[in-house]
């Protein structure tokens, strides 16, 4: 997925203006990405029109920097679509709180309940007994009580030969008895859905009341996974999900149709065999992961400065026509200190990313604090016209801003070449658009 959009991404985000036909050949590739990446055909076409309708509308199109904002938006509504935020673990009002875990055969159940075991315990100091209600699968109770003694944690068992409805009940009375404040459920599987296993996962649910119920779903199995998902939820009515083997799944398909088509959060995230392989889930993360573009986040961190949209047209204005005072250029500065050398700002200023020796205009922002300095010791007449700044004026501003001449100079000097190279880009920028520069 990521590779195929990194290209698209590419050609639209220097890019100043963005066409419809610019957004529907981006939301084609974001499409057929999604789908070989094993998301569910429905989800995939009710986000494609999503964003196509958002990345059309006036917000992103009339925005100073459209291709970083179509990014944006493909961003957003991919983040929405796997929840809009991380969300936490229940916990009940009244101790034990009840996590039941289900799932089908070898999705990873056993293993995460060990997991959300220390977890709990490390990160939220809790004390969680788990339960080990998976009667039918050979050697599960032992795999249970076998991580719970690596782990020194408790483990309640009462055999195969017992029902798992009472072992579940008993285990929540054992919980209370023993002041554990988490009882966690480890269910039986089943290789396929079927009744039998759901009509005993409801009886067990009826039994205890649980405060979660925990749908572990193997994420290697991506489109599988919204049969299942689906299923769990409309029969038994999960509360949350875990996405396990995230660590061999570079495409996270499964995450994005599971949270589409059961509308329940997906709260963790298995990324390994090893116990400690357990991470709270993060929507945003996870589109970051997905979209594959490691400076993503950064990029749109810089779309959003730009939300001072207007003040950045009136910038971009001035650019075009020159006609730049010393006012703007401390503004300028002011912005660039935020947010980090000069010709990163003028990437984001449409046309000016492609200018050749731009590094040259670089501003080393050490100097900024000087430069300031000069720039406040210049009477407002010396500032919009800085012709007039004759030697006896850069004497009197040099010792006004405790700088020397030649500071002063070669501020006047850098100011005249960004002048300069803004009547270059305008010019640019007139060519390309043939006409519609001169506004
Ligand atoms: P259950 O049948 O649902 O209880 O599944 P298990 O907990 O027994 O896990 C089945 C297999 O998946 C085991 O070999 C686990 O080590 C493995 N497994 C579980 N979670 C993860 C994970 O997040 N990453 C990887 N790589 N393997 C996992
Ligand atoms: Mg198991």
């Known amino acids: ?64 920097t459209p291709g970083q904002q179509v990014i944006k938006v493909v961003n957003e509504e991919l983040t929405n679509l796997m929840g809009k935020e991380q969300s936490k673990i229940a916990v009940s009002s009244k101790s034990p709180t009840v996590v039941m875990m289900v799932g089908l055969q070898g999705a990873g159940k056993t293993t995460t309940t060990a997991k959300l075991a220390q977890f709990l315990r490390k990160k939220n100091n809790r004390k969680p007994l788990m339960a080990a209600a998976d009667v039918y699968r050979p050697a599960a109770i032992k795999q249970l009580e076998t991580l719970g003694t690596e782990l020194s944690m408790p483990v309640f068992s009462m055999g195969d030969q017992v029902s798992p409805v009472e072992i579940a009940t008993r285990s929540v009375e054992q919980a209370k008895e023993d002041h554990q404040d988490y009882v966690l459920i480890d269910t039986a599987g089943r290789l396929h859905l079927d009744e039998t296993l759901m009509d005993e996962l409801v009886n067990i ?33 999960i509360t949350g999900v875990v996405l396990t083997k995230l660590d061999g799944d570079t495409r996270g398909g499964a995450a994005i149709s599971v949270k589409a088509v059961t509308d329940k959060p997906i709260k963790f995230a298995g990324t390994g065999e090893k116990i400690d392989a357990l991470e709270v889930f993060h929507p945003e993360r996870m589109a970051s992961r997905i979209l594959g573009m490691g400076d993503v986040l950064s990029l749109i961190e810089k ?12 910038m971009e204005r001035k650019m075009r026509t020159a006609d730049l005072t010393f006012d703007d250029f401390l503004e300028q500065l002011e912005q660039v200190r935020g947010m980090g050398p000069l010709d990163e700002l003028l990437n984001m200023i449409p046309g000016a990313g492609k200018m050749k020796g731009l590094k040259n205009a670089q501003v080393d922002e050490s100097q900024i604090g000087r430069v300031e300095a000069i720039v406040r010791s210049m009477t407002k007449k010396e500032k919009s016209e800085p012709a007039i700044i ?42 390309k658009k043939k006409g519609k520069g001169n506004m």
């Open 1 to 64: 997925l990521a590779e195929r959009l990194q290209g698209t991404f590419d050609k639209i985000k220097s890019r100043g203006v963005v066409t419809e036909a610019d957004v529907k050949e981006m939301m084609r590739e974001v499409r057929l990405a999604l789908l070989e990446a094993d998301v569910n055909f429905k989800v995939v076409k009710k986000f494609v029109n999503d964003v196509k309708e958002r990345a059309t509308g006036q917000e992103v199109m009339k925005s100073l």
């Open 303 to 314: 779309a959003e400065f730009s939300v001072d949209e207007e003040k950045a047209k009136e």
């Open 205 to 237: 649910k009826e039994a205890v009341n649980p405060d979660e119920i925990l749908l572990v779903v193997d994420a290697m199995t991506g489109q599988d996974a919204v049969n299942v998902a689906e299923s769990f939820n409309e029969q038994l009515g």
């Open 390 to 431: 004759n030697a006896s004026r850069k004497r009197r501003i040099a010792k006004g801003s405790g700088t020397t001449i030649q500071d002063v100079n070669r501020l006047l000097k850098q100011f005249e070449d960004m002048k300069k190279m803004m009547k270059q880009m305008s010019s640019m920028s007139k060519g």
